[in-house]
């Protein structure tokens, strides 16, 4: 919604509830013209009990006749720091409306400044705009993961491919294809993201731990090739966490947790390291390939967990690692992963 320079808009949600943490239910929208600046006020009310009741402004503020940030990356790195710069937003931002809602504060308006350009917006009428992603992400259908939301990018700033499991099948080599022909002057980086507790890889992971359920997705030929995509990184998590803890893993209460976790983490860095052989059988100038995992509680996107999440590093959230480049350097991955998660679901040090 953008308005013109000499009236504000205000876009306002009214939420309630009675318990639990902060939810958006119950949404009445109400749109409502005020005074004197370009602002969009996204009201958020709701109950922290049955007697208080809070309400906190999100405010879009930009001023049009500003000069434009927006510069596009030159290399890979440029384009690696405008990602991490733009998660950082976004994981700040979420986490000054939790503090602000749960703890206090909620009386003062949390202000986003941005510009049309910043959005994508065209300033002008002169047709349609020229694609510039600067970046080429495959992530997963999730809808719990937006890719242009966790990097807090404009669209036209990122080329994404979204598929459950974020595996890497024919259609999708044909979108990179053209991406990496098409948009090779714009392009920079290849980012494959995962998340924490695929729905893809949980059901790759119980049919390796109960094969006789096979037979639920033998004649469903799409599911089928899903979780035959996924079930290597499957199989090379399961073979790490043993060497990591000891044949006993198994009879541990939170194998199946830490093996559905180290499996996204191997899964993600499997898809990255066939696309970059794929991207380079193409003999196109290859962009630089690197992969991560976003966490669904912390908001951290990282290429090896953490072991304890309440110790992360809130100023590293965003840790993309580059493709596996062989056999050797996919083993030290899953070696480290399998460290990691082993602290953190199985209390016990790797061996």
């Not at 999100?58 to 927006?70: M, Q």
Request: hydrophobic share 40%; glycine share 6%; with cysteine.
């Amino acid at each position: 919604m953008v308005s013109s320079p000499n009236r504000r808009i205000y876009h306002t949600h009214s939420c309630e509830r009675t318990r639990g943490p902060p939810n958006l239910v119950k949404v009445r929208p109400v749109v409502f013209a005020g005074a004197r600046k370009s602002s969009i006020v996204v009201k958020l009310r709701y109950f922290v009990d049955e007697i208080q009741e809070i309400t906190l402004d999100l405010i879009y503020r930009y001023d049009p006749l500003a000069p434009s940030k927006w510069q596009p990356p030159t290399d890979a790195d440029e384009a690696l720091q405008l990602l991490h710069d733009g998660h950082r937003r976004f994981v700040d931002f979420v986490g000054n409306m939790q503090q602000r809602s749960q703890v206090g504060g909620a009386d003062e308006p949390l202000i986003m400044h941005l510009d049309p350009a910043s959005l994508g917006l065209p300033l002008w009428h002169a047709g349609s705009t020229i694609q510039m992603p600067f970046a080429l992400v495959l992530g997963c259908s999730d809808a719990r993961v937006p890719v242009e939301r966790v990097f807090d990018q404009a669209f036209n700033n990122l080329f994404v491919v979204r598929i459950a499991g974020n595996v890497l099948g024919t259609e999708c080599l044909g979108s990179f294809d053209y991406a990496v022909r098409r948009l090779a002057g714009s392009l920079k980086l290849v980012v494959v993201l995962g998340h924490t507790t695929c729905g893809a890889v949980t059901a790759a992971v119980d049919m390796y731990l109960d094969p006789r359920d096979y037979e639920q997705i033998a004649c469903t030929h799409g599911m089928r090739s899903l979780v035959d995509r996924i079930m290597i990184s499957v199989r090379a998590a399961a073979k790490s966490l043993e060497r990591a803890y000891g044949a006993e893993i198994k009879q541990h209460p939170n194998y199946r947790t830490a093996l559905i976790e180290a499996a996204v983490y191997l899964n993600s860095a499997i898809t990255a390291f066939d696309l970059r052989r794929e991207l380079e059988l193409m003999k196109t100038e290859t962009a630089r390939v690197v992969f991560g995992v976003y966490d669904l509680e912390t908001f951290d996107v990282r290429g090896i967990p953490e072991a304890d999440r309440a110790q992360s590093d809130s100023a590293k959230s965003l840790s993309l690692v580059p493709a596996p480049d062989s056999a050797d350097d996919f083993t030290r991955l899953a070696a480290a992963i399998a460290k990691a998660l082993c602290k953190r679901y199985l209390q016990k040090p790797p061996a």
